[in-house]
């Protein structure tokens, strides 16, 4: 990612601030986006820009305080978002050393925890449903004020190989928590959350590592009145700049186990190309192909 960095003294206009900077950073892809159930409109454009903003200014002290805010445009068939345009909810911060304190857009105890993303499939997301929490707790929204609207807050610390990660909103007052460590090559992640609603999740759950070529993710979610889910996910190189993802994913609210593969092919220069299909748990079939750029 390119950064554009401003002199400190044309965005400080007080005296005792060791640093500030400003950057500017993001990616973009289009291409075309197939979905089984938009009958008589199956196959459309597809496309997203995202441009993030990080402004942060150090003290004397050493204590780092900053910020985050996106600027999003989607257009209206990608089958995941809705379409608009426009900056979302801020998320601040506070940090030194391993400590960090989040407020407002934050990203959320259960989402930001290891292996609730274990791959990123194709271009769009193809229905994320290999992602094991399925959006039952707070998360960094992206098109939207998120936890900013609600009083969102999260302290989170990292020791080494050991992480701790609790956040809390007013959202469905919903208290979460997880704790990660690293062990020669594999990740193991567990998860808690409290709230007033039956359906957020309730526990999670993931270790990820390596076999060989392969690196593998199992990730489980008990997701309230929406019962259990869990997925394994992989990906492997196929070659020096091409790798493969797949998935399998159930649930006791799915219909059917949801599937799918994609490719990314590295283009060179913050540039790849992608695509990838997927049966979602409606039996519903996704898939996209396209570029995108990061920048």
Do not use: C
């Not at 950073?25 to 938009?38: D, K, M, P, S, V």
């Not at 799918?260 to 992608?274: A, K, M, P, Y």
């Amino acid at each position: 990612m390119k950064k554009v960095l401003f002199a400190t003294t044309a965005l400080v206009a007080t005296a005792g601030v060791a640093a500030a900077d400003v950057t500017f950073g993001g990616w973009g892809r289009f291409g075309i986006l197939y979905n089984e159930a938009n009958v008589g409109n199956e196959t459309n454009i597809t496309s997203r820009f995202r441009l993030q903003i990080d402004a942060s200014a150090e003290s004397d002290g050493g204590v780092t305080f900053g910020a985050r805010v996106r600027m999003q445009q989607n257009n209206t068939d990608n089958g995941n978002s809705p379409a608009g345009t426009g900056f979302n909810g801020a998320r601040f911060f506070a940090r030194s050393g391993g400590l960090e304190v989040g407020v407002g857009n934050i990203y959320g105890a259960i989402e930001f925890m290891p292996g609730m993303y274990p791959i990123d499939l194709g271009l769009t997301g193809l229905g994320y449903e290999y992602t094991a929490y399925q959006f039952r707790a707070d998360a960094y929204s992206s098109g939207g004020n998120g936890s900013a609207g609600s009083n969102g807050v999260e302290v989170l610390y990292s020791m080494g190989d050991l992480s701790f990660h609790v956040s809390a909103s007013d959202t469905n007052d919903r208290i979460a928590a997880h704790a990660a460590y690293s062990w020669n090559g594999w990740t193991f992640a567990l998860g808690v959350q409290d709230s007033n609603n039956a359906a957020d999740t309730e526990l999670a759950a993931s270790v990820g590592g390596s076999f060989g070529p392969v690196d593998v993710t199992l990730a489980y979610a008990d997701n309230g009145t929406a019962g259990d889910h869990i997925t394994l996910a992989g990906r492997f190189d196929v070659g020096a700049a091409t790798n493969v993802e797949v998935y399998v994913a159930d649930a006791d609210n799915f219909a059917n186990a949801s599937y799918g593969v994609d490719f990314n092919h590295d283009l060179g220069g913050g540039t790849s190309l992608r695509g990838g299909i997927a049966s979602l748990s409606s039996d519903n079939i996704r898939a996209d192909l396209g570029v995108r750029f990061n920048f």
